[in-house]
């Protein structure tokens, strides 16, 4: 059974480094959590390594800036992996083909096809109509409080073509502070169940944990898994990916799940034994805000 602690201090000193998730634990979307900034601040100057792992379809360039704008200090990380960065590796290497058709908030999301000077031989993006396409790049829906089902005739006609979708945000809702948007993730799902194929780049599955400790090499850490605590709010992202990786677990309970397992500041035990039985699942450790 998962142990529900107060604070982060209590646990910190066991691990050289965290993967710590934003929407839900540092931020709300809109703006910082002024007690977890504090937490990474004073587990940065002990001597930790705090590496942001973020299902944003944005380079980490963008969600540097981001934070920025969120009131998230450069004092408070010192990395930033992001399933946006995954896919687009993924997109210029040739998964879904030279001729996508482009899913999103273009004035949000243009930063995803800008180039990768890391990546040899790129292949020459063109983003055409669905019907001049070879495969889907998707980095949300269009409309984020519209039902993913919108788009099944769009998917249906895709999936009898034989297009791949390349999700660049497995989530599949976020808060963008009060109010509950669909994600990437809803429509990658989607377009599964009806038969189509998804190639997925952020938690929990495997390429972005490899990105995550790809950016902890580049600082000079050279951290085993036991040396590793994975914290976030999404129970099939966060927490999920952070078993498949073999990493310890910090769940916040405060973020998707608040209105399922916490009552107040911390999570109810019942409430939070019952929701983790429903999931089959059980984080290392559990606290309502990262603080």
């Known amino acids: 059974m998962t142990q529900i602690i107060n604070s982060l201090a209590e646990i910190s000193s066991r691990y050289d ?19 977890a900034v504090q937490a990474m601040q004073t587990y940065r100057a002990g001597g930790g390594t705090v590496v ?11 969600v540097a800036a981001q934070l920025g704008q969120f009131g998230v200090p450069k004092d ?20 879904v083909g030279e001729k996508v058709y482009f899913m999103g908030e273009w004035e949000r999301d243009e930063g995803f096809f800008a180039p990768m ?5 790129p292949v020459d993006i063109t983003r055409v109509p669905l019907d001049e396409a070879t495969g889907i790049v998707c980095c949300g829906p269009f409309d984020p409080m519209a039902d993913p089902s919108v788009n099944r005739a769009d998917f249906l006609y895709a999936k009898q073509k034989g297009m791949k979708l390349l999700c660049a945000n497995p989530d599949i809702v976020v808060d963008r502070g009060d109010t509950r948007e669909w994600c990437a993730g809803a429509l990658a799902r989607l377009y599964t169940e009806m038969g189509g194929e998804s190639l997925y780049f952020g938690k929990p599955h495997p390429p972005i944990y490899d990105l995550a400790r790809r950016r902890l090499a580049a600082l000079g850490k050279d951290v085993g898994e ?8 999404g129970i ?9 990786e073999n990493l310890d677990s910090l769940f916040i309970t405060g973020g998707l799940a608040a209105s399922e397992t916490t009552n107040g500041d911390q999570p109810d035990p019942k409430l939070l034994e019952a929701y983790f039985e429903r999931e089959m699942t059980s984080p290392t450790y559990t606290i309502g805000h990262l603080r």
């Open 226 to 233: 036991a040396g590793i605590l994975a914290i976030g709010d």
């Open 17 to 35: 480094a965290l993967f710590v998730d934003l929407w839900g634990c540092l931020h709300n979307g809109v703006t910082a959590y002024p007690d």
């Open 236 to 244: 099939g992202t966060d927490i999920a990916g952070a078993m498949g």
């Open 76 to 95: 408070a990380y010192d990395s930033i992996a992001t399933s946006g960065d995954s896919a687009r590796a993924a997109m210029f290497r040739g998964a």
């Open 52 to 62: 942001l792992v973020t299902n944003s379809p944005k380079p980490r360039v963008g």
């Open 117 to 121: 000077n890391v990546i040899e031989n």
